[in-house]
Each structure stands twice: as structure tokens, then as C-alpha cells.
């Protein structure tokens, strides 16, 4: 049981971070105050939805001589089959942990009785729906919406958006930063200055203590942002109707993730099916008309002009 309270804790001071590392090559734009304020409220609370102390967890510090802070070294494989079969194999387990932070803490939301609910469980909702940018004011809506967005994001669709965003992991902002998605950040000194960033700008791309974080922070991204919420859609749909969740139909979610749009959607679903990173043939994910999902993953060509 304390095990189970431990994760949940550390869950819980995850989510509190979750809207200042929105967005990657995207068109969206975003601020860290959200992030201070809600990390504040947690401090102040110094509780979990099972009131079990904060303090028991000490601080979160990064070790910064340990190996797991930096991404190895992928330009050493020759062979582009090698290099690919390093950067999954190093990836995979990041993404597993991502998820099942997402998944702790969605079970303990799915524990909440909505018609028997403590003060600490409302404090909690409070907090995890400003995070979350849930509006709603009451326990049991903010529940049901919380529901709706805490959720696990198909390993797939990380595997193949990470290779794509961080040139499998040798790109500057992957090397120097540890950014596998091309977050963003709005305060200087928070990350990298992009070379090739517009006059009047003031994104950085964020640095990331370890690539865990850069991990943690993209299924937050696409959790939290109203840019995502077809890729959201997608999913609720998915369970509703039983299937599964595959990469290759919640990326349609993904048009405005970069500037690029429908061909960037492609690519994606490119790396998905050549890299073998889901079943292809039997799992559903729109290749029918006639399914109850098929209109939210239908990809809708802009006329030509």
C-alpha cells in the first residue's frame, strides 16, 4: 500500500507541471506561470487524495552524475538499422514509465466515490483540473473531465514523434537539452535559442534535466493543450467502441503539433508502419467508412486554391 501511495504522490506532483511544458514544433504558445502556481498550491497542501504527507517523499533533486541524465550516443551506429534499433530500445522503457505515472494516477481517480468524497480528495481535484485546464467547479464534473484527459498516450505514437522531433536523438536540442519533442519555453535561460528563430520572438526550446522529463512533459502536452483535443476524441472514442489505442489514429489529433499539418500527420504514420511499431493489419484505426470512429480519423484535405 505504501508503494502504491508513493507513486501516486509522485504522480500527483507531476501533473503539477504539466502546462508549462506545452507544446512542441507547434504554432501554439504557452506560459510557465501556470506551472508556479499550481507547484506552490501542492507545497501548501502537502497532501495526497489518501492524505498521506508530502514530505515523505524529500525533495526532487536530479543526481546530476548519474548516466540516466543524458541521452547515449546514437551517432555511433553506422548502420541506420542499428541506430534505430538502439534509439527504440533506449526509448521504450521511458515511454512504459511515462505512461504508467499517467495510469497510477488515473486509477486513483477512478477510486474517488464522487458521492462520498473527502476534503482532501477535493483539494486534489482543484489542483489536478487547473493543471489539467478543466474549468468546471464542482467535484464529480471536475471528475468525469479529469477522467476524460488523464490517460495514457499509445507507445508508438512516442517512439515514432520523439525519432522524428530529435533526428533519433542527435539533434542539438536532444543533445544539449534533452528535448526528444521540440517543447517550448518562455523564459530566458529556460532551454536553447533556435537558430533560426523570427525577430520579436522569445521561445526557447526547453531543457529538460533528464529525457524522462521530455518524455513526462509531451504526454502531459498532449493531455492538456486545446490544440490536442481531437487527438483526445480519438482516443475516448477508441475506448468507448472497445478497440485499441493506436498511435496511427490518435496522430490525426496531431495537425497542429507542427506547422507542416497533414504532411506532418503522414509522416508520422510513415515511421509507425515502416518501423513495425504497432500492428498494422489488425488493429483497427481507419482504413473503414463504416466505423463508429471513422469520421474523427478521417484526414480532411484543405480545397486547393
Known amino acids: 500500500m505504501a508503494k502504491n501511495l508513493t507513486i501516486v504522490l509522485l504522480t500527483v506532483k507531476l501533473a503539477t507541471g504539466f502546462i508549462a511544458l506545452l507544446v512542441g514544433c507547434s504554432t501554439e504558445r504557452n506560459s510557465t506561470q501556470s506551472q508556479e502556481s499550481i507547484q506552490s498550491a501542492i507545497?501548501?497542501?502537502?497532501?495526497?487524495?489518501?492524505?498521506?504527507?508530502?514530505?515523505?517523499?524529500?525533495?526532487?533533486?536530479?543526481?546530476?552524475?548519474?548516466?540516466?541524465?543524458?541521452?547515449?550516443?546514437?551517432?555511433?551506429?553506422?548502420?541506420?538499422?542499428?541506430?534505430?534499433?538502439?534509439?527504440?530500445?533506449?526509448?521504450s522503457p521511458l515511454a512504459d514509465?511515462?505512461?504508467?505515472?499517467?495510469?497510477?494516477?488515473?486509477?486513483?481517480?477512478?477510486?474517488?466515490?464522487?458521492k462520498d468524497i473527502t476534503q482532501q480528495q477535493v483539494n486534489h481535484l482543484k489542483i489536478l483540473s487547473k493543471a489539467y485546464r478543466i474549468k468546471a467547479i464542482y467535484p464529480d464534473q471536475q471528475l468525469e473531465l479529469l477522467l476524460y484527459k488523464v490517460n495514457m498516450i499509445p507507445k508508438s505514437l512516442i517512439l515514432a514523434q520523439a525519432a522524428n522531433e530529435s533526428a533519433w536523438g542527435t539533434s542539438r536540442f536532444a543533445l544539449h537539452g534533452n528535448n526528444l519533442f521540440g517543447q517550448w519555453c518562455f523564459r530566458a535561460g529556460c532551454g536553447l535559442v533556435p537558430a533560426k528563430r523570427n525577430s520579436g520572438s522569445n521561445h526557447e526550446v526547453r531543457r529538460f534535466d533528464t529525457p524522462q522529463q521530455s518524455v513526462d512533459a509531451y504526454i502531459a502536452n498532449l493531455n492538456t493543450h486545446p490544440s490536442y483535443s481531437k487527438l483526445r476524441q480519438i482516443r475516448q472514442c477508441l475506448i468507448n467502441h472497445n478497440e485499441i489505442m493506436t498511435g496511427r489514429a490518435l496522430v490525426v489529433g496531431l495537425n497542429h503539433y507542427s506547422s507542416r499539418g497533414l504532411e506532418y500527420i503522414d509522416e508520422i504514420r510513415k515511421l509507425i508502419k515502416t518501423n513495425q511499431l504497432e500492428n498494422w493489419a489488425q488493429q483497427w484505426w481507419g482504413g473503414t467508412t463504416n466505423h463508429p470512429c471513422s469520421n474523427l480519423v478521417t484526414i480532411k484535405q484543405s480545397p486547393s486554391t
Do not use: C, H, W
Open 43 to 91: 507545497q501548501q497542501n502537502g497532501k495526497s487524495m489518501n492524505d498521506e504527507p508530502l514530505t515523505k517523499l524529500g525533495p526532487n533533486k536530479v543526481d546530476e552524475n548519474s548516466s540516466t541524465n543524458f541521452l547515449p550516443n546514437f551517432s555511433q551506429y553506422a548502420s541506420a538499422r542499428d541506430k534505430k534499433e538502439a534509439f527504440f530500445g533506449y526509448l
Open 97 to 114: 514509465a511515462a505512461n504508467a505515472k499517467v495510469l497510477s494516477l488515473r486509477q486513483q481517480l477512478e477510486r474517488i466515490n464522487p
